[in-house]
């Protein structure tokens, strides 16, 4: 059986579910984080368990998104329809995880939040990941897209590097490499891969 057939009637039933439905269910590990932190689930170290799940789900997102391409290239699975709310999606969890950081971690005193910028370098990865993708969120509307033209495309090149840094920050921040750690790094560098392997391979 090839991909086609497998992917043609998957691609036909993803036509009739709406982005809005993606929105939707984004949503819903936010709920569960919540659920957990409502309930006393989250673990002995709410706060730290808060930041680090909202940086898990932030990284499923980014590469859910970066997947979507090869998907479509090599698997025949259309998902592009549904790029534009994975983006946003892994946006806003990054958000939330840099506001975990600064209002929950660090009370919103800058001074410290300065000092703990020094003192864990890595947070510098993630902050240059998340700043490369303010412009990208910025111009995810039709408007942007239509008046940008093909500097758009340009511009969103710029998920590459910025999902490179989310992935290094991650790393780092386990200070020694666990299996899961090169597991991401594995999936990452093959999207990148497939993403970059010349059309006629
Ligand atoms: C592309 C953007 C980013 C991604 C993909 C990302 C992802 C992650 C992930 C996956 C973790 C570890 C979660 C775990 O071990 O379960 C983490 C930890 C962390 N991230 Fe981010 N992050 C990003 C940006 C940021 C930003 C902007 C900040 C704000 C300063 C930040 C602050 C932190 C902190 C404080 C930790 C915990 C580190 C520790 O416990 O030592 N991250 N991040």
């Known amino acids: ?17 709406p982005s809005w439905v993606i ?5 819903i590990p936010l709920a569960w984080v ?7 689930g989250i673990g002995v170290d709410p706060v730290k368990a808060i930041e680090h799940r909202l940086g898990k789900i932030a990284l499923w ?16 699975l259309n998902l592009i329809r ?4 994975i983006g946003l999606l892994a946006f806003f969890y990054i958000a939330l995880h840099l506001t975990a950081w600064a209002v929950l ?9 300065a000092a703990d910028l020094i003192k ?14 303010i412009p990208l969120a910025l111009t995810s509307n039709n408007a942007s897209i239509r008046k940008m033209g093909r500097n758009w495309r340009r511009l969103h090149w710029l998920v590459y590097p910025a999902v490179g840094l989310g992935v290094m920050h991650y790393l780092w921040q386990m200070k020694v490499i666990s299996i899961e750690g090169w597991l991401w790094l594995a999936v990452f560098s093959l ?7 010349p059309r006629s391979a």
């Open 61 to 76: 997102f980014l590469i859910g998104g970066l997947a979507i391409t090869p998907a479509r290239r090599f698997l025949g």
């Open 1 to 17: 059986m090839s991909t086609a057939s497998l992917s043609a009637p998957i691609n036909s039933a993803l036509r009739r579910v």
């Open 23 to 27: 929105y939707l269910a984004g949503l």
């Open 105 to 113: 971690d660090m009370g919103m005193l800058w001074g410290q939040a």
């Open 120 to 133: 864990r370098p890595y947070l510098f990865l993630g902050i240059s990941g998340f700043v490369l993708l």
């Open 34 to 40: 919540i659920w957990l932190t409502l309930t006393g």
């Open 191 to 197: 999207l990148m891969a497939l993403r970059f392997c």
């Open 82 to 85: 549904y790029r534009r709310a």
